[in-house]
């Protein structure tokens, strides 16, 4: 099946400062990522999806502000968390579909972010 | 939006019995529904997927049944093994759309 990493898989960070998560498709292109939060024992919470070439399209209540998304090739979206904060630790996830006429959605590793 | 809601919780079997996970959702024009499994700090893993032109899908011990009618769609593991231990999140989307709504997601421990 189709690949998909992210870069780092774990990052600790100081309050205040920002952190920038890479999500690449190592097989195909992706014209649209998605990115996921993911709290202890909690399901994963869309936050926004990534569009390349386009803005990226936020969930109700997720600040873009905060949360920079670049969609910037097929195969590279980046999400930056701008001056972090202890709530914002946690496990971000991405995922992609091929668009080669399967519905299945591939998730990258995850990227576990600790914020001191 | 789609709201979709996953029960039970947690669920302990015995190693080779049987386990039921059933999701119900709101969003009649959704018509994908995959099911996840995902193991600690790990990401989540396709497991059995259904469209909604069809009513059951069997992949040897798992199986995924959908009630369009009624909007809920359940897993079925048979046979279960110390390995299925794991959260097991149910999801629905609509195709073209692909944006993904997860259940709340079950807890399973096969108790060997």
């Known amino acids: 099946g189709a690949v998909v990493s992210q870069h780092p898989s774990r990052v600790i960070c100081k309050s205040g400062t920002s952190v920038k998560i890479e999500c690449r498709s190592l097989?195909?292109?992706?014209?649209?990522m998605f990115w996921y939060r993911q709290f202890p024992k909690q399901s994963l919470m869309l936050m926004a999806t990534s569009n390349e070439g386009s803005k990226a399209t936020y969930e109700q209540g997720v600040e873009k502000d905060k949360f920079l998304i670049n969609h910037a090739s097929l195969t590279l979206s980046t999400l930056t968390v701008t001056s972090a904060h202890p709530e914002d630790s946690s496990f971000y996830i991405c995922s992609a579909r091929d668009g080669q006429g399967s519905y299945e959605q591939y998730f990258g590793p995850g990227t576990r972010l600790t914020v001191t | 939006g789609e709201n979709v809601e996953q029960h039970p919780s947690t669920l302990s079997v015995q190693e080779g019995d049987s386990a039921v996970i059933k999701c119900t959702y709101s969003?009649?024009?959704?018509?994908?529904f995959p099911w996840y499994k995902q193991e600690l700090g790990k990401r989540p893993q396709l497991i059995i997927d259904?469209?909604?032109?069809?009513g059951e899908k069997k992949d040897q011990r798992i199986a995924v049944t959908l009630n369009k009618t009624a909007k809920h769609f359940s897993l079925h593991i048979t046979e279960t093994q110390p390995e299925d231990s794991a959260v097991y999140f149910c999801?629905?989307?609509?195709?073209?759309?692909?944006?993904?709504?997860f259940g709340t997601g079950t807890r399973l421990t096969i108790i060997p």
């Open positions: 097989d195909f292109q992706a014209t649209t």
């Open positions: 259904i469209r909604s032109n069809v």
């Open positions: 969003d009649s024009a959704s018509n994908y």
């Open positions: 999801a629905a989307s609509l195709f073209g759309n692909e944006k993904l709504t």
